[in-house]
């Protein structure tokens, strides 16, 4: 089955700056490359995804980017304010079931 | 649009007691979902429904563990002869059943298991 790898686990930054948190998947197959935000105590909620006909995506203050041949993608969150302290997983999907990577806890300091 | 509901929020139970989750998934969404999810890991799929079929249980759904969607709307998940390794949230998602459709997830139920 499909195995996803995130890194870093932890990401601490300065508010205003940026974070970018990296994913790598196994399974060629996989076309769909969604991102969820988790706060304490609630389900995981999607900011963003892309699917493997496209390299980049862009939503305000919120990136993706993929690169199908070495298999890893990457979010990319400008101008960090304390409101985007979360867990951040990356997934990736072929088929009808989502794989998860193991999350990012971000810190946007103030 | 409601949302994804899930019931209880919270559910404590004693080892070997039986436990029943409830999900309510958005409204015309015909696929629901079971993910589990422990502490410091993403969420892992434990089975799906297309209408009240149920198409894939992971190998993670021992015995004890059952999943109906009777009428094709809301979704139940039973936990027979709890384990302290069942302790965990349990999140129901619910999408249109598109290629790649996204998922939409509920708050969960964290089940502690003494």
């Known amino acids: 089955g499909e195995n996803v790898e995130q890194h870093p686990s932890t990401l601490s930054v300065q508010e205003g700056d940026s974070a970018v948190i990296k994913c790598t998947y196994s399974d060629s197959a996989s076309n769909y490359f969604p991102w969820y935000k988790q706060e304490l105590g609630k389900g995981p909620q999607l900011i963003i995804d892309i699917r493997s006909n496209v390299g980049e995506k862009k939503d305000q203050r919120i990136a993706v980017t993929l690169n199908k041949t070495a298999k890893h993608f990457s979010l990319h969150i400008t101008e960090t304010q304390p409101e985007d302290s979360a867990v951040y997983f990356c997934a990736a999907s072929g088929d009808y079931k989502l794989s998860f990577g193991a999350g990012t806890t971000v810190t946007v300091r103030a | 649009d409601t949302g994804v509901s899930q019931n209880p929020r919270h559910k404590i139970t004693k080892r070997g007691q039986n436990v029943t989750f409830r999900c309510d998934p958005i409204?015309?969404?015909?696929?629901l979902y079971w993910y589990r999810q422990t502490l410091g890991q993403g969420p892992e799929f434990l089975t799906y429904f297309q209408n009240e079929a149920q198409l894939e249980k992971s190998r993670l759904l021992s015995d004890r563990f059952s999943a109906e969607r009777p009428k094709g709307s809301f979704s139940t998940l039973e936990i027979q002869r709890t384990e302290q390794g069942d302790s965990a949230m349990y999140l129901c998602?619910?999408?249109?059943?598109?290629?790649?459709?996204?998922?939409?997830f509920g708050n969960g139920t964290r089940l502690t298991v003494t």
């Open positions: 998602a619910s999408n249109d059943g598109g290629i790649n459709s996204p998922l939409h």
């Open positions: 409204s015309e969404h015909n696929r």
